[in-house]
Nanobody, 122 residues
Framework: QVQLVESGGGLVQPGGSLRLSCEASGSFRSIDAMAWYRQAPGMQRELVATITSSGTAYYSDSVKSRFTVTRDHAKNTMFMLMNSLKPEDTAVYYC????????????????WGQGTQVTVSS
């Protein structure tokens, strides 16, 4: 099994920045691609960004050019730097991991974290 623990969420003003972290433990060697999802109240869950084990990243149109996803394999950790945050970015953000190598629209999550709340408000 793989455990994923997110951190870094919080309250930020519009235009501000946050960096989310996701640390993997357990059988983390079975992980290949990873991704961030988010879900706002009353909305469907949305794939935000994926990153393969080689570092190839994919972003949804709603966050492209504002968010950057990276991985530190030595620390078994994935990060997402979120800049120019907007109120519509408010959501619970979930870290996920896959046993498959595919990112982008082919990504399939096998493991989920508990989620971290991001609130963008003045």
């Amino acid at each position: 099994q793989v455990q994923l623990v997110e951190s870094g969420g919080g309250l930020v003003q519009p235009g501000g920045s946050l960096r989310l972290s996701c640390e993997a433990s357990g059988s983390f060697r079975s992980i290949d691609a990873m991704a961030w999802y988010r879900q706002a109240p009353g909305m469907q869950r949305e794939l935000v960004a994926t990153i393969t084990s080689s570092g190839t990243a994919y972003y949804s149109d709603s966050v492209k050019s504002r968010f950057t996803v990276t991985r530190d394999h030595a620390k078994n950790t994935m990060f997402m730097l979120m800049n120019s945050l907007k109120p519509e970015d408010t959501a619970v953000y979930y870290c996920t991991a896959s046993r498959d190598p595919y990112g982008s629209h082919w990504y399939r999550a096998d493991y989920w974290g508990q989620g971290t709340q991001v609130t963008v408000s003045s």
